[in-house]
């Protein structure tokens, strides 16, 4: 590569003259900057040095011309890489996953079927307890003649993956001052070996129910291999769960986001395009409500140019890049 001024998305870099260039795109880009050198050495030592002005002219030239080429590869780069990975919590629920349509009922169309229709893949976060075989997992629930069993086969089947919500959906920091560290440890490891029932192979990913998990019981589930899900500010912004706030919409949903539950997820993916970041993990929940709000929110992001993966994809395609610094402690 030829010499020049090396800019990276993310850093900040003095000029000989003027002020700081701040790259602060969101996004990860490398390349030299000859552009700027060259058309800002020309305008200071070739003979353009007889106005000021015209000088001072020169160099913002340089710097928009440096600033608008940086915008544009770091945008192509991020366009590369639209990518959600859908995330579902609480199942499996076979009237969810499957659908439900009987006269009186209000219907409750295929959460299989619609992610299917929109090419998505997706990870669905479970509870263990729902796939115990001889009990939970093989009742009938609500109108169904399918079993919560029945759904995470069919889950399975069609590309999506499995992952860990507990088996009993205990909240964490509480289990472990009452029960002790290897009670909550236990938990996760039951609901990871019935999902190992279903899938043939171990789980990576835990989810602690309403995200609560003491820091010592984190790091210690990190050295058995668990990758642990956080909303915690800490973590990369795009490495972090966006809450859709999708139970608020359940029930007489008098705290359901407004105007609507699809309006608002599009809102914070807007927020966080408008900072670069171009990749999100979406925490939902297996509800009809959900259902209705992905109806219209799937295809309208697929317009939008974005791919739905799992979260095993999403993160191979996502941590391959470095996040900036920038992107930590955003919301
Ligand atoms: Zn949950």
Same mark, same amino acid.
Request: glycine residues 6%; contains cysteine; proline residues 6%.
């Given at each position: 590569?030829?010499?020049?001024?090396?800019?990276?998305?993310?850093?900040r870099?003095?000029?000989?003259?003027?002020?700081?260039?701040?790259?602060?795109?969101?996004?990860?880009?490398?390349?030299?900057?000859?552009?700027?050198?060259?058309?800002?050495?020309?305008?200071?030592?070739?003979?353009?040095?007889?106005?000021?002005?015209?000088?001072?002219?020169?160099?913002?030239?340089?710097?928009?011309?440096?600033?608008?080429?940086?915008?544009?590869?770091?945008?192509?780069?991020?366009?590369?890489?639209?990518?959600?990975?859908?995330?579902?919590d609480?199942?499996?629920?076979?009237?969810?996953?499957?659908?439900?349509?009987a006269?009186?009922v209000?219907?409750?169309?295929?959460?299989?079927?619609?992610?299917?229709?929109?090419?998505?893949?997706?990870?669905?976060?479970?509870?263990?307890?729902?796939?115990?075989p001889?009990?939970?997992?093989?009742? +009938? %629930?609500?109108r @169904?003649?399918?079993?919560? *069993?029945?759904?995470?086969?069919? =889950?399975? &089947?069609?590309?999506?993956?499995?992952?860990n919500?507990?088996?009993?959906?205990?909240?964490l920091?509480?289990f472990?001052?009452?029960?002790?560290?290897?009670?909550?440890?236990?938990?996760?490891?039951?609901?990871?070996?019935?999902?190992?029932?279903?899938?043939?192979?171990?789980?990576?990913?835990?989810?602690?129910?309403?995200?609560?998990m003491?820091?010592?019981?984190?790091?210690?589930?990190q050295?058995?291999?668990?990758?642990?899900?956080?909303?915690?500010?800490?973590?990369?912004?795009?490495?972090?769960?966006?809450?859709?706030?999708?139970?608020?919409?359940?029930?007489?949903?008098?705290q359901?986001?407004?105007?609507?539950?699809?309006?608002s997820?599009?809102?914070?993916?807007?927020?966080r395009?408008?900072?670069?970041?171009?990749?999100?993990?979406?925490?939902? +929940? %297996?509800?009809? @409500?959900?259902?209705?709000? *992905?109806?219209?929110?799937?295809? =309208?992001? &697929?317009?939008?140019?974005?791919?739905?993966?799992?979260?095993q994809?999403?993160?191979?395609?996502?941590?391959?890049?470095?996040l900036?610094?920038?992107?930590?402690?955003?919301?």
């Amino acid at each position: 590569m030829p010499q020049g001024l090396a800019a990276k998305a993310g850093t900040r870099f003095a000029k000989p003259h003027g002020p700081e260039l701040q790259v602060d795109s969101g996004c990860s880009c490398t390349f030299e900057c000859t552009t700027f050198t060259a058309f800002h050495g020309k305008s200071r030592y070739s003979g353009f040095r007889s106005q000021r002005n015209e000088k001072t002219a020169m160099k913002s030239v340089g710097y928009l011309l440096c600033a608008v080429l940086l915008f544009g590869l770091c945008n192509a780069s991020a366009s590369d890489q639209k990518l959600i990975a859908l995330t579902f919590d609480d199942g499996p629920r076979p009237y969810i996953l499957f659908g439900y349509n009987a006269p009186g009922v209000k219907p409750v169309p295929s959460l299989l079927d619609l992610l299917d229709k929109n090419q998505a893949k997706a990870t669905f976060f479970v509870m263990g307890w729902r796939l115990l075989p001889n009990t939970y997992g093989e009742r +009938h %629930e609500y109108r @169904t003649d399918k079993t919560c *069993l029945d759904a995470a086969r069919e =889950e399975f &089947r069609r590309g999506h993956e499995i992952e860990n919500h507990t088996f009993s959906h205990v909240q964490l920091k509480q289990f472990e001052r009452t029960k002790g560290e290897a009670a909550a440890i236990a938990d996760v490891d039951r609901g990871a070996q019935l999902i190992k029932t279903v899938t043939g192979s171990q789980p990576h990913y835990l989810r602690p129910p309403d995200w609560i998990m003491p820091s010592d019981l984190e790091r210690d589930l990190q050295h058995r291999g668990w990758t642990v899900l956080t909303i915690s500010s800490e973590m990369p912004v795009a490495l972090r769960d966006i809450n859709s706030l999708d139970y608020l919409c359940a029930g007489k949903a008098t705290q359901c986001p407004k105007p609507s539950l699809d309006a608002s997820v599009l809102k914070t993916i807007e927020a966080r395009e408008r900072k670069g970041i171009t990749t999100h993990i979406i925490a939902f +929940h %297996e509800l009809s @409500t959900t259902v209705a709000a *992905l109806e219209v929110l799937l295809p =309208e992001l &697929r317009a939008r140019g974005y791919q739905f993966v799992t979260l095993q994809e999403y993160m191979n395609r996502v941590r391959t890049k470095p996040l900036p610094a920038t992107m930590k402690g955003q919301p």
